[in-house]
């Protein structure tokens, strides 16, 4: 089937740790996003990547970092520099003429 | 300045029974997108509805439908024959052409709850 997985499902940091988030897609997609969402927030936007080898900052891209080493994965790095990282995260992909987004199950990250 | 604004934090709506979410907009780039998602209680993001700023006729996908009034800068969605299962949060979203990464910027959300 095609479509976007997020692993893990629920992750638990502590507190100096840097974890790395799975988002991959098998629906041969350009462009791949990641977003956060607070409780009760929207979603906003840590960074996106519209070719390999190649990605932008988004509003809120401090204390994150990425690679776009495949066109299919785009995986997320919460750094320890990230000052709350606590939120739920989804990944997201899009076709070129960006009339669809397709998210992700995300990934609930937890510092403790 | 709020791009989205979704003036309604919650609202309810009995079974059967249509419902309008609303959603107004701000931008200058007379080429834009906008986005409305269902986000149920598991967390996922579900695509309901897509209008682009230059098509004629509002979008329509089965129950769901978009009112769009261009000059009034509104997008509402509206759902008709409401069902248990479209208790969830709502939220509106927009790409600009401007911003060639395709992001999507998003409202606050509105909880839908559907009443028997």
């Known amino acids: 089937d095609g479509g976007i997985t997020q692993s893990p499902k629920y992750l638990f940091r502590k507190e100096g740790q840097n974890v790395t988030l799975s988002c991959e897609q098998n629906l041969n997609h350009d462009a791949m996003y990641w977003y956060r969402q607070d409780p009760g927030q929207g979603l906003r936007l840590i960074y996106y990547s519209q070719i390999v080898n190649d990605f932008q900052k988004g509003d809120i891209a401090e204390g994150y970092s990425v690679s776009r080493e495949k066109k299919e994965s785009f995986p997320l790095t919460v750094t320890s520099a990230q000052k709350n990282p606590t939120a739920f995260y989804l990944c997201?992909?899009?076709?070129?003429?960006?009339?669809?987004?397709?998210f992700g199950p995300g990934t609930r990250l937890t510092v403790l | 300045a709020q791009k989205i604004t979704q003036t309604q934090p919650g609202m309810f709506v009995q079974e059967k029974e249509a419902v309008t979410l609303d959603c107004t907009y701000d931008t200058s780039d007379p080429s834009y997108g906008l986005f409305w998602y269902k986000q149920p209680s598991s967390g996922e993001m579900i695509f309901l509805i897509y209008q682009g700023s230059y098509d004629q006729q509002n979008a329509t996908e089965g129950r769901y439908s978009l009112n769009f009034q261009k000059a009034r800068k509104s997008a509402n969605l509206v759902i008709s024959a409401s069902q248990l299962g479209d208790s969830a949060m709502y939220f509106c979203a927009m790409r600009e052409r401007v911003n060639q990464g395709g992001k999507l910027i998003f409202g606050q959300g509105t909880e839908l709850s559907v009443k028997p």
């Open positions: 997201a992909s899009g076709l070129a003429n960006y009339n669809e987004q397709f």
